[in-house]
């Protein structure tokens, strides 16, 4: 690899390092690192030979720098002071609120892999794509479960009697209707996991293009939609415990006052794993293509 190159993705390797720090310990070491981390993708990508179809990988980056340059986080001790409100006579559930904090934190992710799909679209090998189902079965299989644990423990209380010297537990209606809470569960989960079936169907595409390094890069897209999943979930703001079955929120690993943002930190490390993996995959030698044959003396 040519010098230039490298150093510009050990350089957005760095500002990817620093944001992560930043996330880690709720002080951005510097504001832009991941915006910047990106734009050196972008420049690392371009200088180091854009793959055909060559539009796909820049086309693939300018929305997550978009996204980034939108959450860009806060100066320190920028927030806004006010009140916050717990509870209301309203008890009706927000049916969108997930999908919109889902859509939020997953768009921009989700349009470069749809990039990524137009661009490398075809017909995968068969044993690479029996690997994406299976691999796709966990993640489904997660949302079911939160989504089927919630909806029960909304559908339902516990109410404890006291009869003589026996204590009585009866299931009683619950406080809210699972007319409205189930929807509300199963809109929160669609982005998540559109993500997590785009990446891993992009994943086999570039693996039987012999582009491993960048299949890599997708298969994590499909491990980020795990926690922004939850993150949806809890979005949708129910009066009943949503821990029982949560694996990835924010509170997954216990924050620390030196260490507050584990979770999140973890989930940044993820993200930007894959965006490298992808763009350094993508634009490195196609391994599945034939070698050329150098020409014949003279």
């Known amino acids: 690899m040519r010098r230039a190159p490298l150093l510009l993705i050990l350089a957005a390797a760095v500002c990817a390092v620093a944001h992560v720090v930043g996330v880690l310990v709720a002080a951005p070491l510097w504001r832009g690192a991941e915006v910047l981390s990106l734009a050196l993708l972008l420049a690392y ?95 489904v299989g997660y949302a079911a479960v939160r989504v089927t644990d919630i909806g029960v423990a909304a559908g339902t209380r516990v109410v404890e009697t006291r009869s003589r010297n026996t204590l009585i537990r009866v299931d009683s209606p619950g406080y809210q209707d699972q007319a409205d809470v189930v929807p509300a569960l199963v809109l929160a989960v669609l982005p998540p996991l559109a993500l997590a079936l785009a990446a891993l169907a992009l994943a086999a595409l570039l693996a039987g293009r012999g582009r491993r390094l960048a299949a890599t890069g997708a298969a994590l897209l499909a491990v980020l939609a795990l926690p922004l999943l939850d993150a949806a979930i809890e979005a949708v703001r129910l009066p009943v415990s949503a821990d029982g079955t949560a694996l990835f929120a924010w509170y997954a690993i216990t924050p620390t006052i030196a260490m507050p943002q584990p979770m999140t930190a973890l989930t940044a490390v993820v993200e930007l794993a894959a965006y490298l993996l992808l763009v350094a995959g993508l634009t490195g030698a196609d391994r599945a293509a034939p070698a050329v044959p150098a020409p014949a003396a003279g």
């Not at 986080?73 to 916050?84: C, I, K, L, Q």
């Open 45 to 139: 990508a371009v200088a180091a030979g854009l793959p055909a179809p060559r539009w796909a990988v820049s086309a693939a980056l300018v929305p997550l720098i978009v996204d980034a340059v939108r959450t860009i986080p806060a100066e320190p001790g920028a927030g806004d002071v006010g009140w916050t409100v717990y509870g209301s006579g309203d008890s009706a559930v927000d049916r969108t609120a997930g999908f919109d904090a889902a859509l939020a934190g997953s768009w921009a992710a989700l349009v470069a892999v749809a990039v990524l799909l137009l661009a490398y679209r075809g017909r995968g090998r068969r044993r690479h794509l029996i690997a994406a189902s299976v691999a796709a079965a966990p993640v």
